[in-house]
């Protein structure tokens, strides 16, 4: 009956996040042909237990609520933008198709590479806009510079990043490099006084960095830079929760008060 793609596209009216999280792991939401949309829909790629190894790091710069929502930007965006009428004829599908087969391998390095020229294509169609909009910030800035003087001091892609419409960013990277990276975030930007909140989900292990390393980075440290980070990586898809307990409404379908 077609349930699952009948949910995504329900999901959709909400937003293109909410369509994408209906499903767990790796997933992929089709433009579709119909113009009533209702083949705009999502669907998985990869399970969650395909890529074990890739870990996810979200370095929150900034909660506030946004100048200019994602939704009324890429509006204007598809008004003004030729670049993004060009990135949709010409760069997407192509990427996509790499980036599928990149997950499939578990190609770490062409993964990361197309994941980052993504996010800087996008946010020149922002600046393409107009009037242009500004999502990225000048901390944001620095966490690309930082992962890119990481990569050039080990001669390899071990760690990417991308940003959507905001300044936080979404660091991939594989287990292995988790707890160093870690520790280089802490060190260039430096949390002033919520040390213990800083880090928050998944264990990381502390670590000491190389005189070389930092050096090579050459930074200088921005205290507050970054609110705090969370630890993850690839999970599954939506859950039924049978606890009450756990539930974010209460019995008369309102927001549960926090204690």
Known sequence: MGVEGELSAVARQGSGSACRSMYGGFVQWNMGKREDGKDSVAQQVAAESHW??????????????????????????????????HRADSVVPARLKEMIDAVHRRDFAAFADLTMKDSNQFHATCLDTHPPIFY??????????????????????RVAYTFDA????????????????????????????????FLKGLPVAPTVLSEELKQAIGMDPMVKGISYLISTKVGPGPRMVEDTNKHLLGSDGQPKKSA
């Open 52 to 85: 074990p190894e890739l870990r996810v790091l979200v370095l929150v710069v900034s909660a506030e609520r946004k100048p200019v929502g994602s939704t009324s930007g890429m509006q204007t965006s598809v008004e003004t933008s030729s670049l993004l009428q």
């Open 136 to 157: 990225l910030n000048d901390v944001s800035r620095l966490i690309i510079n930082l992962v890119h003087r990481y990569n050039h001091h080990y001669q390899e892609t």
């Open 166 to 197: 905001g300044p936080n960013a979404v660091i991939f990277t594989l287990q292995q490099n988790v707890d160093e990276f870690v520790q280089v975030v802490k060190h260039f930007f430096p949390p002033e006084t919520n040390g213990e909140e």
